[in-house]
């Protein structure tokens, strides 16, 4: 069965979207069925949340894209609805589709070695462009990001299945990397989170995690290796040349990718 059936899609999408004439599924995580519709409007994607964690973090994607098209000039996609159904415990977001595959896909599929460095140094460049961007008001939160992303690990710990453990979060306390500037984050910045078409990156989705935080924890996640991308030195040093400087460590990248984002 598919993970979304054009039955159960809200009619507040439909009035949006129009007639859905085709839905097809997409690689994707664990934390949303997403499905890019055609519609007698246009081109969609569609995303379905379930559960109170998921449906929190769709909700929260969707008030972080808003405020970023009131300001940043970003490649984020624009949200067109948002439908909450407390009853069934879901939500449905209505989004902007980009042209596209994403950034993982091409790069495993890519054989020359000086074309996937190419898309990496891009990918680089785009992840300098979100540090560099004004972040907005609305997402710089009252308490250090580090501590509050400390506090939430500790909630997931308790309330969800996590890959972290009560040793890993006490470590984590204990070992806090020194404090440098913070900027607007993506905060789930992964090769699987940039899109790709002629080579050039089109845009940045699943802003769930956006705030105003540590830009290390993106840059992290941005060069941990997967299979045939981002494996070697030479790609690795491409992205930072994209990003126009080497801004973490190795202790700092242990902390963040092996420590912080296990319970995320």
């Not at 440098?180 to 699943?206: K, P, R």
Request: with cysteine; charged share 30%; hydrophobic share 40%.
């Amino acid at each position: 069965m598919p993970p979304i059936l054009l039955r159960e899609i809200p009619r507040e999408i439909i009035e949006h979207s129009g007639t859905v004439k085709s839905i097809r599924f997409p690689r994707q995580g664990h934390t949303s069925d997403v499905g890019i519709i055609e519609c007698a409007h246009g081109r969609f994607v569609l995303k379905r949340a379930k559960g109170e964690q998921y449906c929190a973090w769709l909700s929260k994607e969707v008030g972080v894209l808003a405020c970023l098209h009131s300001g940043a000039a970003l490649p984020v996609p624009r949200v067109y609805r948002f439908v909450e159904q407390k009853e069934e415990s879901q939500s449905w977001a209505l989004l902007q589709c980009f042209e596209g595959e994403t950034l993982r896909e091409a790069l495993t599929k890519e054989n020359s070695a000086d074309k996937k460095q190419e898309l990496i140094f891009r990918f680089g460049a785009s992840l300098a462009q979100i540090h560099a961007a004004l972040c907005p008001e609305a997402l710089v939160g009252d308490a250090d990001w580090l501590d509050d992303m400390l506090r939430k690990a500790e909630f997931n710990l308790a309330r969800y299945a996590t890959d972290g453990t009560a040793e890993l979060l006490e470590l984590l306390k204990r070992s806090k990397p020194a404090p440098i500037e913070n900027t607007l984050i993506h905060g789930d910045f992964t090769l699987d989170n940039a899109l790709v078409h002629d080579g050039s990156i089109t845009g940045i989705i699943d802003w769930s995690g956006g705030a105003f935080g540590d830009p290390r924890y993106d840059v992290s996640l941005a060069v941990r290796p997967k299979p045939g991308a981002m494996e070697t030195d030479a790609e690795r040093e491409a992205f930072f040349e994209g990003y126009g400087r080497k801004i973490i460590s190795e202790r700092e990248y242990r902390y963040f990718e092996n420590g912080l984002y296990e319970f995320f």
